[in-house]
């Protein structure tokens, strides 16, 4: 993000362990980074 110069992104995160269902793969969380900016996290 700070080499674009952009304010907000995302990650996603996926998660290959066939043994977890997919309630337990799915998540979602926004976070506030020092420098100001919002990072948007999902995870799959």
Same mark, same amino acid.
Not at 23 to 44: D, R, S, V
């Given at each position: 993000?700070? %080499?674009?110069?952009a304010? @907000? ?14 309630? @337990? ?5 926004? @976070? ?6 919002? %990072? ?5």
């Amino acid at each position: 993000m700070a %080499a674009c110069g952009a304010s @907000e992104g995302w990650l996603v995160i996926f998660d290959r362990d066939q043994s977890k269902s997919w309630n @337990e793969k799915i998540t979602w969380a926004t @976070e506030t980074l020092p420098g100001g900016g919002t %990072a948007h996290i999902a995870g799959c």
